[in-house]
């Protein structure tokens, strides 16, 4: 297991095969995938655990694996991708986070997302990160102000238009 990263209380990892069921499980949560188009079954959710996995190995960025320190359990992802979808801001790197819905509330997206800046600004050596979520997901927008980002614009996500309720996005960026 690489460890990308750690924080008084998380460890940012690669991914474990073990990580997978819970990863499926946050996945197929309708209250954690409020702000997605929707839930994945578990085939959906393999095929980003296998994604991310080809990421880490291609890029050496990607959404990582958190666990917590006091009993190694997994709790999400944070991390740093690079997006594939046209908009006049890319290409970019952006930082993000999906947490099991037990975890939230605890600071845990703050704490990983800013070890996360950090690994982006030493290993990576970014000038810039940016920050996308749908305007609905007022829990991702703060915690992007936590984290010192400043709004850019909103935005009609291209892999959204199907997603009317969902396709405007905002825009964060923070540099070096």
Known sequence: MKIVTETERLIIRHYKEEDFRAFAEMNADAEVMRNFP????????????ERLNIRIDETGKCFWAAELKENNEYIG???LSEPNYEADFMPCTEIGWRLRSKYWGK??????AKACLQVGWDQFDLEEILCIAVTANLASI???KKLGMTYVKNFIHPSLKQWPEMEECVLYRIRK
């Open 77 to 79: 992802f944070i991390g």
């Open 142 to 144: 703060r915690v992007m």
């Open 107 to 112: 600071g845990y997206a703050t704490e990983g």
């Open 38 to 49: 929707n839930t994945l079954n578990e085939d959906e959710s393999r095929a980003m655990f």
